[in-house]
């Protein structure tokens, strides 16, 4: 793609789901006036014709009632809207065992609580909409392979993929915005740590097939071999309706079940989960992740702000992940996108990203918390936790007060969230 000036006033490194987010929430915050550059490692089309092109197998993503408001923002809500499978309910409830709850859109007058939308689906329409902004260079094949704050702009060393051989480029940037990932290489050569804490347990991923549609609900089920989450999708291209599934277990059981053929595999789940959702029929490419908490020691320094999962990465079972990362983006979008007035529009300076921490860390806090807490809640098997994990089921279900506390909690509509423009949580 077209070459990068050689001064900026952003630097994104990584060009993912967050850093396209985080470049298009800026770009529409300053309507265009800010110089903002986006570095991919891989190698992404000049152009791209946006279709969809449905697979069994496609990974996807769950976003928030929240992350609505701000993708409607972005203006890429609507192109995603067409293959977003709606969450109307959620069911959660544990086998074989008294107590449920149903959390449904209808009693907090949205349409859904949240959408499943496959990532393929969402990467390519943030790339589109990003491809209409004048003002954002991407380069692609292209790596920040080393960074260094300055008194007035960091200085950033990229390395262009694209030829023959490796080409360097140095830029300076008011501000870099790291977003590679939860392994996050420039984490390191800055000498960030970050407290990682392991779970002890594996998750295993995989698109299920299903005799019955699934109508809009999303379940959380408590089993004996560990938590699920199953998803709705949209169906097939053969018409088969599909779910996603993420259930969380001991390594070991999770080893077992990459191995095990497709009847062993469904057959265990299909005894686990029971048959709210039918006769599960099929089960896809599966795969499997150890689960575990990671939080950088630091996410900010003077033109440096670590996003998406290089600052925080949580256990997925909550769903909370992707949606707590771009309530971040649109936060310091807004106060970044803003700062022609103040500090004299150094997008960098330490007052700036001090003052977004500062805003931001309220949600983050209770995000983490709550994705950390409801795990706990899930894991436990024992008997006094499991009375009273089915005791508040219970609670929840008859508490509007309780159940709306929750949604709005899972759904990114709580109280420190930042919901762009249209949103009233602030």
Same mark, same amino acid.
């Given at each position: *793609?077209? @070459?990068?000036?050689?001064?900026?006033?952003?630097?994104?490194?990584?060009?993912? *789901?967050?850093?396209?987010?985080?470049?298009?929430?800026?770009?529409?915050?300053?309507?265009?006036?800010?110089?903002?550059?986006?570095?991919?490692?891989?190698?992404?089309?000049?152009?791209?014709?946006?279709?969809?092109r449905p697979s069994f197998d496609a990974r996807a993503t769950a976003l928030a009632h929240g992350s609505r408001l701000i993708l409607e923002q972005l203006g890429v809500w609507n192109v995603l809207a067409q293959h977003a499978s709606a969450i109307t309910t959620i069911h959660v409830s544990e086998?074989?065992?008294?107590?449920?709850?149903?959390?449904?859109?209808?009693?907090?007058?949205?349409?859904?609580?949240?959408?499943?939308?496959?990532?393929?689906?969402?990467?390519?329409?943030? *790339?589109?909409?990003?491809?209409?902004?004048?003002?954002?260079?991407?380069?692609?094949?292209?790596?920040?392979?080393?960074?260094?704050?300055?008194?007035?702009?960091?200085?950033?060393?990229?390395?262009?993929?694209?030829? @023959?051989?490796?080409?360097?480029?140095?830029?300076?940037?008011?501000?870099?915005?790291?977003a590679d990932g939860a392994d996050s290489g420039l984490r390191k050569q800055l000498g960030i740590g970050?407290?990682?804490?392991?779970?002890?347990?594996d998750a295993v991923i995989a698109n299920i097939g299903c005799s019955e549609p699934h109508a809009g609900v999303a379940y959380e089920r408590f089993t004996d071999w560990g938590p699920m989450a199953l998803l709705p999708l949209a169906d097939s291209e053969d018409g088969q309706p599909?779910?996603?599934?993420?259930?969380? *277990?001991?390594?070991?059981?999770?080893?077992?079940?990459?191995?095990?053929?497709?009847?062993?595999?469904?057959?265990?789940?299909?005894?686990?989960?029971?048959?709210?959702?039918g006769s599960f029929t099929r089960v896809g490419q599966r795969f499997r992740y150890p689960l575990q908490l990671?939080?950088?020691?630091?996410?900010?320094r003077r033109q440096i702000v670590l996003i998406g999962n290089a600052a925080h990465s949580l256990h997925p079972v909550a769903g909370q992940g992707f949606n707590l990362a771009l309530r971040d983006v649109q936060r310091l979008a807004d106060i970044v996108g803003n700062a022609g007035t103040l500090h004299e529009g150094n997008v960098g300076a330490p007052q700036l990203l001090a003052h977004y921490l500062e805003r931001q860390n309220l949600?983050?806090?209770?995000?983490?918390?709550?994705?950390?807490?409801?795990?706990?809640?899930?894991?436990?098997?024992?008997?006094?936790?499991?009375?009273?994990?089915?005791?508040?089921?219970?609670?929840?279900?008859l508490n509007p007060s309780l159940k709306n506390a929750f949604v709005d909690q899972t759904s990114g509509y709580h109280g420190g969230a930042a919901l762009g423009y249209g949103g009233k949580p602030a």
């Amino acid at each position: *793609m077209t @070459s990068a000036p050689h001064d900026c006033d952003v630097l994104i490194a990584g060009g993912g *789901m967050v850093g396209v987010s985080f470049a298009l929430a800026l770009d529409t915050v300053a309507r265009g006036t800010l110089k903002i550059v986006m570095a991919e490692g891989f190698a992404i089309p000049e152009q791209q014709t946006l279709t969809y092109r449905p697979s069994f197998d496609a990974r996807a993503t769950a976003l928030a009632h929240g992350s609505r408001l701000i993708l409607e923002q972005l203006g890429v809500w609507n192109v995603l809207a067409q293959h977003a499978s709606a969450i109307t309910t959620i069911h959660v409830s544990e086998r074989d065992r008294f107590g449920s709850a149903e959390l449904r859109a209808e009693e907090r007058g949205w349409p859904a609580l949240g959408y499943v939308v496959e990532n393929a689906w969402l990467g390519n329409a943030l *790339m589109a909409e990003l491809r209409t902004r004048t003002a954002v260079t991407v380069l692609s094949p292209a790596t920040v392979t080393h960074c260094a704050p300055g008194a007035d702009a960091a200085t950033v060393t990229l390395t262009h993929n694209g030829g @023959s051989q490796p080409v360097q480029q140095t830029v300076q940037a008011r501000l870099v915005a790291i977003a590679d990932g939860a392994d996050s290489g420039l984490r390191k050569q800055l000498g960030i740590g970050s407290d990682t804490r392991g779970y002890g347990r594996d998750a295993v991923i995989a698109n299920i097939g299903c005799s019955e549609p699934h109508a809009g609900v999303a379940y959380e089920r408590f089993t004996d071999w560990g938590p699920m989450a199953l998803l709705p999708l949209a169906d097939s291209e053969d018409g088969q309706p599909r779910m996603a599934l993420v259930w969380t *277990m001991t390594p070991e059981r999770a080893n077992r079940l990459l191995d095990a053929t497709d009847g062993v595999f469904l057959n265990t789940l299909q005894q686990r989960f029971g048959s709210r959702q039918g006769s599960f029929t099929r089960v896809g490419q599966r795969f499997r992740y150890p689960l575990q908490l990671i939080r950088a020691e630091e996410q900010a320094r003077r033109q440096i702000v670590l996003i998406g999962n290089a600052a925080h990465s949580l256990h997925p079972v909550a769903g909370q992940g992707f949606n707590l990362a771009l309530r971040d983006v649109q936060r310091l979008a807004d106060i970044v996108g803003n700062a022609g007035t103040l500090h004299e529009g150094n997008v960098g300076a330490p007052q700036l990203l001090a003052h977004y921490l500062e805003r931001q860390n309220l949600d983050q806090w209770k995000t983490t918390l709550f994705s950390d807490r409801l795990t706990a809640l899930f894991e436990n098997g024992g008997a006094v936790v499991g009375g009273l994990r089915r005791l508040g089921l219970l609670a929840l279900d008859l508490n509007p007060s309780l159940k709306n506390a929750f949604v709005d909690q899972t759904s990114g509509y709580h109280g420190g969230a930042a919901l762009g423009y249209g949103g009233k949580p602030a």
